[in-house]
């Protein structure tokens, strides 16, 4: 059985504080991906990647990083989905905050978590049956967190 514990393909560490705390959550039967499905998996499942991202200036040296997170579960059944997305909708309410670094007291601030039961759980899927928006505000810059640069295009003006 794959899961959490095992590497994934991006190095992301709020989707890895969420993929913990999911596990927590559901606990040791369901497994937990991040960011894309494995080849092969074993139901139940549920997999979080990363749907969008917004990088805001607050003043001078304040900044508010903010990411939306999606999930799509992968039950047995259409009913175990659903309690699964319902029980993770309800205490993501519940939390109001995730640890990200307990000994750095970050935490990561929720907000808006939705569900959407309309479409099946497939790993097509886009859209998640939950998403989640997650926000953390630092006093510098955070490098680490945002995506590096893809391209520079330059043209010149010079005859």
């Known amino acids: ?3 959490l514990n095992e590497p994934t393909s991006v190095d992301d560490s709020w989707l890895a504080v969420v993929g913990a705390w999911t596990q927590e959550i559901l606990g040791n039967e369901w497994s937990v991906y991040l960011s894309e499905w494995p080849g092969s998996y074993s139901t139940p499942a549920i997999m979080w990647r990363v749907s969008g991202m917004d990088l805001r200036q607050l003043g001078l040296s304040s900044y508010e990083l903010e ?3 999606s999930a799509t579960a992968v039950g047995s059944t259409r009913n175990q989905e659903a309690a699964a997305v319902l029980k993770l909708a309800e205490a993501l309410g519940a939390a109001v905050k995730i640890p990200l670094s ?3 007291r970050r935490y990561l601030s929720i907000s808006n978590p939705k569900v959407s039961l309309k479409n099946a ?3 097509e899927t886009t859209d998640g049956q939950l998403t989640v928006t997650l926000t953390r ?3 510098s810059y955070p490098a680490q967190e945002v995506s590096l640069m893809q391209s520079v295009h330059y043209k010149s003006n010079m005859r």
């Open 102 to 104: 307990t000994e750095d």
């Open 121 to 123: 759980a497939t790993t």
């Open 67 to 69: 990411k939306q997170l």
């Open 1 to 3: 059985m794959s899961s």
């Open 137 to 139: 505000r630092t006093g």
